[in-house]
């Protein structure tokens, strides 16, 4: 799941080929690397695919499209203005389908009060916004380079926290990933034709 989720570092580049987007060589290889590192990082050796794992990947599709849709509206408004709107209308939006999918239990949102909070504020509010002030000045494939870290610091959050086992392979996807994204941040190299 976490590998399918971060397969937006290979799906943000391609639709933004038909948006008009050009994506360096250098990036390219680094897309391939981190998703090399996500791949070492995230399957095991009992790799299946299911049902879940197809909807996982769907909404892989639809995060880069609003990475893009970020990238694209974020340097032309405010970053907290535009946040403020994307969770009023995610408000409202989840607050009719709960209606018809889920079974509403005020008694079990009270016992959950705290993690939704967290989940709320720090995931979702903090987060977010974060994401859209930083991509004003930053390439969505980059920006979605960067965003794959997510899978990185979980799984140090694990190892740390809930004191899961890191195997070597997980150890060396974490590097690569972070070594790809290092790779895509170096300025480009001048030509001699240039100077």
Same mark, same amino acid.
């Given at each position: $799941? +976490?590998?399918? *989720?971060?397969?937006?570092?290979?799906?943000?580049?391609?639709? +933004?080929?038909?948006m008009?987007? /050009?994506? #360096?060589?250098?990036?390219?290889?680094?897309?391939?690397? +981190?998703?090399?590192?996500?791949?070492?990082?995230?399957?095991?050796? =009992?790799?299946?695919? =299911?049902?879940?794992?197809?909807?996982?990947?769907?909404?892989?599709i639809?995060?880069?499209?609003?990475?893009?849709?970020?990238?694209? &509206? #974020?340097?032309?408004?405010?970053?907290?203005?535009? =946040? $403020?709107?994307?969770?009023?209308?995610?408000?409202?939006?989840?607050?009719?389908?709960? &209606? &018809?999918?889920?079974?509403?239990?005020?008694?079990?949102?009270?016992?959950?009060?705290?993690?939704?909070?967290?989940?709320?504020?720090?995931?979702?509010g903090?987060g977010?916004?974060?994401?859209?002030? $930083?991509? /004003?000045d930053?390439?969505?494939?980059?920006?979605?380079?960067?965003?794959?870290?997510?899978?990185?610091?979980?799984?140090?959050? +694990?190892?740390?926290?809930?004191?899961?086992?890191?195997? *070597?392979?997980?150890?060396?996807?974490?590097?690569?990933?972070?070594?790809?994204?290092?790779?895509a941040?170096?300025?480009?190299? /001048? =030509?001699?034709? $240039?100077?």
């Amino acid at each position: $799941a +976490g590998f399918i *989720t971060t397969l937006y570092i290979v799906i943000v580049p391609i639709i +933004g080929i038909f948006m008009g987007k /050009k994506v #360096s060589k250098k990036i390219w290889i680094c897309v391939i690397i +981190g998703a090399i590192g996500l791949y070492l990082l995230s399957i095991t050796e =009992s790799f299946t695919i =299911s049902k879940g794992d197809l909807l996982i990947f769907i909404c892989a599709i639809f995060f880069s499209i609003h990475i893009l849709v970020i990238d694209y &509206f #974020s340097p032309k408004t405010d970053g907290v203005k535009m =946040s $403020a709107i994307q969770f009023f209308v995610c408000s409202i939006l989840n607050f009719i389908f709960m &209606f &018809f999918f889920e079974k509403f239990d005020l008694q079990a949102v009270i016992s959950a009060i705290l993690p939704i909070l967290y989940a709320a504020v720090m995931s979702s509010g903090v987060g977010y916004t974060l994401q859209i002030v $930083a991509q /004003k000045d930053t390439d969505p494939t980059i920006a979605s380079l960067i965003l794959s870290l997510e899978s990185v610091f979980a799984v140090i959050t +694990g190892w740390l926290v809930l004191n899961e086992s890191l195997s *070597t392979r997980e150890m060396l996807g974490c590097v690569i990933i972070f070594v790809a994204i290092i790779v895509a941040q170096l300025p480009e190299r /001048k =030509s001699n034709k $240039a100077i």
